[in-house]
């Protein structure tokens, strides 16, 4: 069965820091991987996407994919009180057009 | 720019009663269409997804059922409802030739009591 993982946390920060959210998953054929964002109440919203080996970096997120060790992390530079959110990790198995999705990490930025 | 809609945004219903929740999707032709259920602090359960209309995948076998009646409209519905039925149903779409970005609606939120 295909997996995504994710520590359900809370994982709490300090604003200005650095908060790496992590997810592993089961598929090796797996072909990319998406990270949202989901505040209370509301639905989830992409922050963004990665199908290579290596970091991609967009503003103040960098998603790093490494397929060997089946990883993938979202790095968020100087966390902000407005990033508390659950972060959801999904990927997108081997010739399917649908996304397994992890169970989400709770982040929480304190001021 | 494409745009996604879910109605109602809240529903509260009593057990054994009808659904309909529809979802409509705007500025683009043939998308693929999901449905999706979070139940309360629980992640993403694929329900149903469709490539055309007409074309129903259904991924949890349960009381719920899926139709596409036009290219761009997605409904979820079920003939008497569950207590377990209760949670935040969310509509998305994604390009079907090229899938990179899914891109979720609003969600309904369903009491059922």
């Known amino acids: 069965q295909k997996e995504v993982e994710q520590n359900s946390g809370p994982l709490s920060v300090p604003e200005g820091a650095i908060a790496s959210l992590n997810c592993t998953y089961s598929?090796?054929?797996?072909?990319?991987f998406f990270w949202y964002r989901q505040y209370s109440g509301k639905s989830p919203e992409l922050i963004m996407f990665i199908y290579s080996n290596g970091d991609k970096e967009d503003g103040r997120f960098t998603a790093q994919l490494n397929k060997a060790s089946q990883y993938v992390s979202l790095l968020i530079r100087d966390s902000q009180p407005s990033d508390s959110a659950t972060y959801l990790c999904?990927?997108?198995?081997?010739?399917?057009?649908?996304?397994?999705f992890g169970t989400g990490t709770r982040l929480q930025v304190f001021p | 720019s494409q745009t996604i809609h879910q109605w109602p945004a809240t529903l509260v219903q009593p057990v054994g009663s009808p659904l309909s929740l529809e979802c409509t999707v705007e500025g683009t032709s043939n998308p693929n269409l999901y449905w999706y259920r979070q139940a309360a602090g629980r992640g993403l359960q694929l329900l149903f997804y469709?490539?055309?209309?007409?074309?129903i995948s259904s991924e949890v076998p349960q009381n719920l059922s899926a139709s596409r009646p036009q290219d761009r409209q997605f409904i979820l519905s079920s003939k008497k409802l569950l207590l377990s039925d209760s949670g935040f149903y969310l509509c998305?779409?994604?390009?079907?030739?090229?899938?990179?970005?899914?891109?979720f609606g609003p969600g309904t939120r369903l009491t059922v009591l």
């Open positions: 469709s490539v055309g209309i007409g074309q």
């Open positions: 999904a990927g997108r198995p081997y010739n399917t057009d649908k996304l397994i």
């Open positions: 598929d090796r054929g797996s072909q990319s």
């Open positions: 998305a779409w994604t390009f079907q030739l090229v899938f990179n970005e899914q891109f």
